[in-house]
């Protein structure tokens, strides 16, 4: 594989949302091996609206690139990870190496006083060498043959039982184009279960999304429907060669049909028809071994990306912080 030439801190920009050029932008994306739905610049729009990003553009060409998604708190501008991007990082036309991650952290330490969390992608080392908080965090990737039947082969034991006991009942699938139902569904089962709560744009902020990834034919919403009820239902994005598992939810009293095992199964089997370029479906998991489990059970496997986050904000506003967290 090709290696990134010696970069430095210097050979490298900040550049405002405002000054992007969205076409150079997203063909950088789409030709980058790292390259992942959640970087184009429509859907950081959606996410992230003042989003920045660092780049290095010789002779006015961007090379390589890093999109960062800006908040305002306290009339700071930091770095924070938006709701439904759980990945960005450095992309590029080769290999992303150590020594170029810690170059990009590197001038956002010289720009940015506090990363509240930043993630980068699967395709980018999982270390930085600089003396900043870091942590491995775990998705988990299935890889996706052209022939369908393959992909079910992976299923484990109790994947398969499941799957049965789910082709032999009543549920229909359904193909839609409104999310409501699917927000609803998380509203009264999962958002309750949820530490810390729901933020309060979240629906909204989902909505505006799913209108987005629909206009630039990147969604597909399927739900399971008995007596004309929905009982589950799945959000998932495509592009290129990525399929994500961008949300789903399911009512607890239906639970025992399997709803998501169908729709994910079902998935599975329709995948090399309506997104045939696609070669990793991406279960966007949380850190949690019950749903890893799950995930697994299907034939995905661990994939690995970085999370860094610092604070080096006056010690005033640091305690201030603190003591509202306390509070809080």
Not at 120 to 126: R, V, W
Not at 179 to 193: D, G, H, S
Not at 207 to 221: F, G
Not at 277 to 294: C, G, L
Request: glycine residues 2%.
């Amino acid at each position: 594989m090709l290696m990134i030439k010696k970069i430095t801190i210097k050979d490298l920009k900040i550049i405002q949302r405002k000054a992007i050029d969205e076409k150079a932008w997203n063909e950088l994306i789409s030709n980058s091996p790292q390259g992942i739905l959640y970087a184009l610049s429509w859907y950081l729009d959606v996410v992230s609206p003042n989003w920045q990003a660092i780049v290095y553009a010789p002779q006015g060409k961007y090379e390589i690139v890093m999109p960062l998604p800006i908040r305002q708190k306290y009339g700071i501008a930091f770095v924070q990870q938006p709701l439904f991007c759980q990945q960005l990082g450095i992309f590029a036309l080769e290999t992303v190496t150590v020594e170029l991650v810690d170059t990009f952290i590197q001038k956002m330490l010289q720009t940015y006083q506090w990363v509240s969390w930043y993630c980068f992608n699967t395709d980018n080392p999982t270390f930085t060498n600089l003396p900043i908080a870091q942590t491995v965090f775990t998705t988990h990737h299935l890889a996706l043959h052209t022939d369908a039947q393959r992909n079910i082969e992976k299923y484990n034991r109790d994947r398969k039982m499941n799957l049965k006991r789910a082709l032999k009942s009543a549920i229909k699938i359904v193909e839609s184009t409104d999310i409501q139902p699917l927000i609803v569904m998380f509203c009264e089962e999962t958002a309750k279960k949820i530490e810390g709560g729901v933020a309060e744009n979240a629906y909204d902020l989902l909505q505006e999304l799913y209108t987005s990834l629909h206009q630039n034919h990147c969604a597909k919403l399927i739900y399971t429907q008995e007596d004309e009820k929905y009982t589950a239902g799945i959000l998932l994005a495509y592009y290129q060669r990525h399929i994500i598992y961008l949300f789903n939810a399911a009512y607890h009293a239906y639970r025992k049909i399997n709803g998501r095992t169908l729709l994910i199964h079902e998935h599975l089997l329709s995948a090399p028809t309506y997104a045939p370029q696609a070669t990793i479906f991406d279960f966007e998991s949380p850190e949690k071994t019950p749903i890893a489990e799950f995930y697994e059970s299907f034939g995905a496997r661990p994939k690995y990306f970085l999370r860094i986050s610092y604070n080096h904000l006056p010690s005033p506003i640091r305690m201030a912080q603190e003591l509202k967290r306390r509070w809080v």
